[in-house]
Every structure is written in structure tokens, then in C-alpha cells.
């Protein structure tokens, strides 16, 4: 199985900075899409920022200019740097891979997603 694991949330202040990182585990043929998605309370789980398998990206306009998605694929890693961080930033945020891997011969594929990473922006 593979596992998506996401580090570098925190409390910062407004104006402040964070880069969240997304490490993949197990045994894996190919990654696709890569994505970050947050979520608060009580709404729907919104797409942040995605990152194509050539290294196309996209992102929500309420985080364009501020925040950067990039990845290495040697590394199975992917990152989402935050600047500029305002209060309305404040969610938990959620890694999403789009893989394929080998089971028992055959080739799979499915989008897995992590436990998510706390960020909260106060003052």
C-alpha cells in the first residue's frame, strides 16, 4: 500500500511562512498528478494546488503569488511553500498522490490520501 505522510504544519503569524512536505511510502511504479487539498470545519475539503507528472501547476485563485507547489520524484516527495500566510489560510491540509504500483503482477493505480497537517495562522 502506499501512504502519502505529510510534515511541516505549525502556528505562524500572519505574514509568516511554512512549507509543508508530502513523502510517499512503498513500493511504487509511477507517480501521476500530485495535489494539496485543505480543510476546516464544518466545510468541504477545497483544492489548493495540483502538480502534474511533467511539472504543469495550477492553483485556487485565493492562494496565487503566495503559495508554490513543486515535487521530486526521486525523493517521492512533494511540497506546498506558503508565504504571505493570512488567518484565512488557517486548515488542515492534505497531500493527494495519483500512483500506480505492481500487485501480484499487475499494474495498479489509485489516488491515495494522507492523515493531513495542522496550519493555523494567528496572531
Known amino acids: 500500500q502506499v501512504q502519502p505522510v505529510e510534515s511541516g504544519g505549525g502556528l505562524v503569524q500572519p505574514g509568516g511562512s511554512l512549507r509543508l512536505s508530502c513523502a510517499l511510502s512503498?513500493?511504487?511504479?509511477?507517480?501521476?498528478?500530485m495535489a494539496w487539498f485543505r480543510q476546516t470545519a464544518g466545510k468541504q475539503r477545497e483544492l489548493v494546488a495540483t502538480?502534474?507528472?511533467?511539472?504543469?501547476?495550477d492553483y485556487t485563485n485565493s492562494v496565487k503569488g503566495r503559495f508554490i507547489i513543486s515535487r521530486e520524484d526521486v525523493k517521492r516527495a512533494a511540497y506546498l511553500q506558503m508565504n504571505g500566510l493570512l488567518p484565512e489560510d488557517t486548515a488542515v491540509y492534505y497531500c493527494n498522490a495519483d500512483v500506480q504500483w505492481y500487485s501480484q503482477g499487475e499494474l495498479q493505480r489509485k489516488v491515495f490520501w494522507g492523515q493531513g497537517t495542522q496550519v493555523t495562522v494567528s496572531s
Open positions: 502538480i502534474t507528472r511533467t511539472g504543469t501547476t
Open positions: 512503498g513500493s511504487l511504479f509511477r507517480i501521476h498528478d
